[in-house]
């Protein structure tokens, strides 16, 4: 190597700009946080799922009205700040089935609900067009 192509040793490491890298991360972390929540559904605390020994878990999340059934009968959208009646159930369903002919009630009723209030929902949502039920409960190993 000639002398005119050697590079004199200064001691300082070449400097490296870091602001893209980090910017790209943030920009990742944003997007995976909007697409999680897009993914899953709220899970209401306050309504204790019944336990049963022979259930599966659905694979498909898409195309599902959510509606919680609370122990004394009060019937509330998957966020739980709405009351429902069953006028309400039968419009949802309905503005889901136009979106989404596969649309799919999912019951999460509360274990010491009467089955009475779990009927009522079920028809109200057979009258907006959805008679496919899928019930919420845990699954065992017995």
């Known amino acids: 190597m000639s002398r005119r192509h050697r590079r004199k040793n200064t001691g300082t490491q070449p400097n490296m700009d870091m602001s893209p890298m980090i910017d ?3 920009l990742l972390l944003i ?3 909007i697409v999680s929540q897009k993914i899953t559904y709220l899970k209401d605390p306050n309504v204790t799922i019944p336990i049963a020994t022979h259930s599966q878990v659905p694979r498909e999340v898409a195309g599902r009205v959510i509606i919680n059934v609370y122990a004394d009968g009060t019937v509330k959208d998957v ?3 709405r009351s429902l009646t069953p006028g309400e159930v039968t419009s949802m369903v309905e503005n889901a089935r136009a979106e989404n002919k596969n649309t799919r009630l ?3 009723a509360d274990r010491s609900t009467a089955h009475r209030h779990v009927q009522a929902v079920m028809d109200a949502s057979a009258k907006g067009g959805v008679s496919n039920v899928i019930f919420s409960t845990y699954v065992t190993d017995k």
Do not use: E, K, N
Request: aromatic share 24%; glycine share 8%.
């Open 106 to 108: 999912h019951l999460r």
């Open 31 to 33: 997007f995976f946080m």
């Open 79 to 81: 966020s739980g700040t």
């Open 24 to 26: 790209l991360v943030f």
